[in-house]
């Protein structure tokens, strides 16, 4: 099905998270072919973090038509869709899943979309894991040349063919480049939901925000918040900022505040983060930047992905007037792109997806794990979205040919409530009660 220059590109993106459906749809207006006039259609994954009304529009993108759905669900409509583009925007294990239906499902089509996967930022953990989980697709978008040559490294050294590895950047970078101090200066410091992981840690790093408030009265310290508490994003928050600051004694110049991270990026002059990809969006537009080293330099926490940056610094070395200055050579290499080349860095993956679109048919999908190269592993991932071994929907599986009833839906709602419920607030106090 070929897509000409004044042809409607039809594009579906499967997400699972606000995160994954910003980085999935921004992508798919990235990425098709010029001039192409594109009609798109997201999916959402149902599960723990599918996000909320509040968080879609806070995402700001918009989309053709966009409805909730299961795995089954999905492949289903995918057996019936005309798209020409496909972007999953999962998990690895939901990646696997859906390659594995899809295979299933076109098995024996030669006219199917041109299917693409990535992840929505650093990656900096599960390397191997993860690419083995998205390998099957046409195109494996990295975010930065250290990611494509890691990435083919990978799959080289395991006997998979890694010709799908193209090198993107990340696609919501943007925003005017930083020219000189606001009024009042503005230090944004950018929680994530799950770094660190302990109450204790973030208790001392939200002190050290006030405090660096109170150090520096003329200026304005930003608390920037992800997610509501009982919101989901890609990562599950168990203990929320907003809850640790109930009771604290706050200084008139520190606040907390919601919302698009690009509009919050427009008044900043310095980004501090632990390791959030907002510390890239910072740099594209050159913002100074620190990555904090106050609860050391760990895997376990991503900052050690920013080694050789210059962005790393502590809250003492913030208190007493530090200024980073990033290393452009470091800079380059993470598809940041702040030298002016951004709207370029797309063009390998566009040429890619329009010669595939112009080709006379597509292959098979094939992913490097199947039930004969890991027997003990695949069937287990394929098994939480309801498929069998084979990609085949299990029996039980949710239909796909009727719309949930009210009392259906209003079942599910409070059934998906209830597990958030047990996610955010029964476990962490199981967990706690366990270390007693």
Known sequence: MPASATQTLRVAVLADSDTRWKWGSLTANRIAPPNSDI??????LRGRATPTARQLKE????????????AVEFLRAMEKEPYDLLVLSLVGGGVQAMLHGLARAWDGRTERPVVVTGYVGVVYEKLADGLLLRHGADLVLANSRQDADRFKAVYDGVGADSSAVTEVALPFLGGDTYTGEHDPYTVVFAVQPSVPDN?????????????????HPNREVLLKLRSKPGEHTTHIEELPYQKLVQGKDLPANFRLVYGHMGEVLDRTDLLVTISSTAAL????????TVVLTDLGIREGLGNHHFVGSGCLASWDQLDAGYKPVPDAEWVARQGVAADGSYETAFDAARERIAKLLAGDGMPALTPYYTPETAPGYLPGILARHHLGPDGTPLPGAPAADKEPGPVRQIVRRAARGAYRHGVQRVAPVIRRMGEL
Do not use: K, M
Not at 39 to 44: A, E, P, R
Not at 59 to 70: K, M, N, P, Q
Not at 281 to 288: A, G, N, Q, V
């Open 281 to 288: 969006e910072s740099l594209h537009r050159s913002i100074p």
């Open 59 to 70: 995402v700001g993108v918009t989309a053709d038509s966009l409805r909730e759905v299961t």
């Open 39 to 44: 009609s798109l259609d997201g999916y959402l």
């Open 199 to 215: 109450r204790r840690d973030r208790d001392y790093l939200l002190n050290r925000a006030i405090q660096h408030a109170r150090f």
